[in-house]
C-alpha cells in the first residue's frame, strides 16, 4: 500500500478503543503503511515511520522552537521516536459488524463511523462499526525486538505465524516475532502441538497455530521452573526414539540448526 497516514480523528465512544486514545493516534499519525493483512477478524497494519513525509513542522511549532531553544534540541535529536517504536501495528478487531472502508476525504461519513485516518494520496481509511463490538488497538516493536511469548495473546500469537513463508521451526526461533525460544524449546513446543519443524508456518491452520500457542507457553514456564534446563517429552534417554511410540527421532537441518521431530507424532 504504502500511503502515509496524515492525521487521525477518533469519534466519542469509548468502546471501540482498546488502546489510549492519545495512543493511536501519535502511533498512527506519520506513518507509512508498509502491510495490510487480515488475520481472522483482525486486521493488521504494519507501519513504519514515514521521513519527512508529513512531518514538517506547522508554523505555529516553528515559532515555538525559536523561542524556545531547549525544545529545538529535543525535536532534533528525536526526529525519531526510540527504535522500538520506529516500528509499529495497528490492529484492528473487527467484531461483529466492524468494517474498514477506503474511500475519497469527500465522500459523506457513515453513521458509527469511530477513526478516520487521513492519507498522504488524499483518501481515506474509515472503521465503521454499529455495534460497536470491534476493537482498535496499537503495538510496538514486534519487528525491533518481538513479543514475549509468556505474555502474547493468543490471538496475536495466531498473526504472527499466518501467512509466512517460512519453516515454522525459523519463525518460532525468529527473535523478531517471539522472544528467547530456543532450538530445543521450539522442537519441544512443536512435538507437543504434533506440528512438523519443517511445515511452512502459512501452511498451518488457526487450530494448529492454537495448539502451538499453550505448547510453547508450557514449555517455557517448565524450564523456567527446572532452572533453564531442558525439557523433553519426546526423546528417550539415548535420545534415539520417540518416548510416545518408539519411532526412532528424525533430525533435519533448519536455518543451520539441527531439529528433531517424530514422523509419526508430528504432521
Ligand atoms: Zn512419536
Redesign the pocket.
Known sequence: MGDVIESVWLGSKPEPLKSPAAEIVRTLESRRITAVRRVGKHIVFDLELADGVGRAPSPARRRTRLRRPSLRKKAAGGSARPAQESNAQWIVHLGMTGRMVVCEADSETAKHTHLVAKLASGRELRFVDPRRFGRLSVAHGFEAGGSEPLEVKPDHFVSLFHGRKTPIKSALLNQKLLRGVGNIYADESLFRAGIRPRRRAASLTRDDLRRLYPAVREVLREAIALGGSSVSD?VDADGED??????PIKRVVIAGRSSHY?????K
Request: aromatic residues 8%; glycine residues 0%.
Open positions: 519426546y520417540c518416548l510416545v511410540c518408539r519411532t517424530c514422523p509419526k507424532c508430528q
